[in-house]
């Protein structure tokens, strides 16, 4: 070293650390997904309570949420692209929360959607900053395994929302359990912004990108549109099911509502946990070294998926072969989490990450939640006059062939993905 030159000095880092920001972003996912699934466990109280037909249950547990949702998803994103994600996720928090409390006053139809948009709206501005935020933090190499751990808010929330609606509807009412859902979102919001912050942005991403030049990017890459469309096709029957499945156990299988949240929490915990997980640890490890992988790896899932629900659903068997075969549906249908999000952050420039995920999850969500959950309500009332009390299972059936749509767009993806791809530091 020179005379007179000191050492270089390590620049302390500020700020939480990546796993902790990682924690907390996998807490606020989980309430996420806490608050849309409770509505499935209390299918029956609300349906009785308020009136409702299938189709309009469907309603509330699909358009009624995913259209505001939806759309509302890009121009949070763009907020989000140009202020701080962590306010936008806090606010978000604590707007659904506040909207998910008060579904547990509506006394009619009507109400209950108003507050199911009112929701839709506060949930549309969470995932999308997550997303982006976990990317800041994380370099490529450990992206898809971290966008893994965060996506396990879906099993933990689905699982939860299943065990927890189930038990405090027993034993106050449905309407207790929104309003514990949603009292306890509010108060972690302000505890979310505490302890969350942005880091720092390079400079060539001081400055986000409008929303029309970003589109002209996505729209302009088949990839974009192959993996849009084949997670809406996927999340198609996810979500229908996630709604609907409680109800299937009471009227085809015979359980009651805190047999049907045990036999829903362990499953959806266990199966969806494992899939996620290994759908990012997977891509990790195959996609540094070929890109097709990360379409790829949920093609294949879905192509096993679908026979093991047809067959879970439709062969007569005991109630514990049921759970060992769905087990194995519940892990691979949301296998695609991970990487098919992993490989939307790397369409486009880092400063367009926000946008570029609020667009992909816009499409998703619009065809995913707007349409699975109440298709599946719609064709349970047309089945009714043949199906009797299995006709919601006939419907659910119906919409599997969504998962062999799904597969072949990711297929043809994984054909694609490489010339779209775009590096970490590669030029705007």
């Known amino acids: 070293m020179a005379e007179g030159m000191a050492p270089p000095v390590a620049q302390p880092r500020t700020g939480p650390k990546p796993g902790v920001v990682l924690a907390m972003l996998l807490l606020v996912y989980t309430f996420n997904f806490l608050d849309r699934q409770i509505l499935g466990i209390l299918a029956q109280p609300i349906k009785d309570d308020l009136g409702l037909s299938d189709a309009q249950f469907g309603a509330l547990g699909g358009i009624a949420f995913a259209l505001l949702y939806s759309i509302l998803g890009v121009p949070l994103s763009l907020l989000a692209d140009r202020t701080r994600r962590s306010w936008v996720i806090a606010g978000a928090l604590a707007f659904w929360s506040g909207f998910t409390a008060l579904c547990g006053t509506a006394t009619q139809f009507w109400q209950m959607f108003a ?26 190499h450990k992206r898809a395994r971290a966008l893994a751990i965060f996506s396990l808010g879906v099993p933990i929330g689905l699982a939860g929302g299943t065990l927890l609606g ?43 990108a ?115 075969l769905l ?65 919601l299972l006939y419907a659910a059936v119906a919409c599997l062939g969504f998962y062999l749509v799904a597969a072949i767009l990711a297929l043809l993806a994984s054909r694609t993905i490489s010339k779209d791809w775009v590096d970490d530091h590669a030029p705007a």
């Open 115 to 140: 507050f199911r948009l009112g929701v839709g709206i506060g949930e549309a501005g969470g995932v999308a900053p997550s997303y982006a935020l976990i990317a800041d933090y994380f370099p490529p």
């Open 166 to 208: 189930a038990y405090i509807a027993e034993l106050v009412n449905w309407r207790a359990a929104f309003l514990f859902m949603g009292i306890a979102g509010v108060i972690l919001a302000p505890i979310f912004l505490f302890v969350v912050k942005d880091p720092p942005r390079p400079k060539s991403a001081a400055k986000p």
């Open 210 to 324: 409008p929303l029309l030049s970003v589109f002209p990017i996505i729209t302009k890459k088949p990839s974009f549109w192959l993996m849009a469309f084949a997670a809406s096709c996927s999340s198609l029957c996810g979500y229908g099911l996630a709604l609907w499945t409680p109800a299937v156990l009471m009227r085809s299988f015979g359980l009651d509502m805190i047999g049907t949240g045990q036999f829903l929490g362990g499953l959806l915990l266990i199966g969806g946990t494992a899939g996620v997980f290994a759908g990012g640890w997977l891509a990790d490890k195959l996609g540094m070294a070929d890109k097709s992988w990360y379409p790829r790896l949920p093609a294949i899932a879905w192509l096993i998926t679908l026979p093991c629900f047809a067959t879970a659903l439709l062969v007569d068997m005991p109630l514990w072969a049921v759970w060992l």
């Open 327 to 391: 087990l194995v549906p519940n892990g691979l249908n949301i296998l695609w989490i991970g990487p098919l999000t992993t490989a939307v952050q790397h369409l486009v420039p880092q400063h367009m990450r926000a946008t570029a995920s609020g667009s992909f999850l816009m499409i998703n969500n619009l065809i995913g939640i707007g349409v699975g959950p109440t298709l599946m309500g719609f064709l349970s009332d047309r089945f009714e006059g043949t199906y009797g009390d299995d006709a």
